[in-house]
């Protein structure tokens, strides 16, 4: 089955600057990979999602990149403020429904 | 507003008893997911349903079981907890390809 592997663990960025979050998923036939944040006691929302067809997204600041020949997918906050501190997690799925989820990564951002 | 609701935030048991969590949406939604979160592993499917009656294996589903009776509602049944089942339970409701969550329940078994 699908497997979603996320690095790093743990990410501490001073405010202002940027934070990348990159996953690695094993079947190819992975085509839509979601990115959710969870904050601190709160449930986990989606954040910006990429599908199989498309290179990158950006929303904002955060954008989404994907390489399906490397089959990785990266997360990029830009401007980071403290709020964008949570929990992230990456995901990948074949049908758009069932999700594998990765590890997760916690995000600090230091003011 | 989607509105995804577990009966129950915290909850304590004992090794061996039955527990239920409920989860009920507001949305029509078809497909709902049970999730297990903990630290370092992410979340992890237990089970979910696609419809009324129907239930699929997660990836972790064993020691759970689930019912979809109605199609608000989706059920994750532990019939004798265990030490290991010590988590947090976070349920899904998806809308278009969107996975709207629970606030969690979080289980202790002692």
């Known amino acids: 089955g699908e497997n979603v592997e996320q690095h790093p663990s743990t990410l501490s960025v001073q405010e202002g600057d940027s934070a990348v979050i990159k996953c690695t998923y094993s079947?190819?036939?992975?085509?839509?990979f979601p990115w959710y944040k969870q904050e601190l006691g709160k449930r986990p929302q989606l954040i910006i999602d990429?599908?199989?067809?498309?290179g990158e997204k950006k929303d904002q600041r955060i954008a989404v990149t994907l390489n399906k020949t490397a089959k990785h997918f990266s997360l990029h906050i830009t401007e980071t403020q403290p709020e964008d501190s949570a929990v992230y997690f990456c995901?990948?799925?074949?049908?758009?429904?069932?999700?594998?989820f990765g590890a997760g990564t916690i995000l600090r951002v230091k003011s | 507003d989607v509105k995804v609701t577990q009966s129950s935030r915290y909850l304590v048991k004992r090794t061996g008893e039955k527990v239920f969590l409920e989860c009920v949406q507001d949305?029509?939604?078809?497909?709902m997911f049970w999730y297990r979160q903990d630290p370092g592993l992410g979340l992890r499917l237990i089970y979910f349903?696609?419809?009324?009656?129907?239930?699929e294996k997660g990836d972790i589903p064993e020691g759970y079981s689930v019912s979809r009776e109605k199609k608000e509602r989706f059920s994750l049944i532990l019939e004798s907890t265990s030490t290991n089942q010590t988590s947090m339970y976070l349920c899904?409701?998806?809308?278009?390809?969107?996975?709207?969550f629970g606030a969690g329940t979080r289980l202790s078994v002692l």
């Open positions: 079947d190819s036939a992975s085509n839509y």
């Open positions: 990429i599908r199989s067809n498309v």
């Open positions: 349903s696609y419809d009324v009656k129907m239930k």
């Open positions: 995901a990948a799925s074949k049908d758009g429904n069932k999700l594998v």
């Open positions: 899904a409701s998806q809308g278009g390809n969107i996975q709207y």
């Open positions: 949305m029509d939604h078809e497909n």
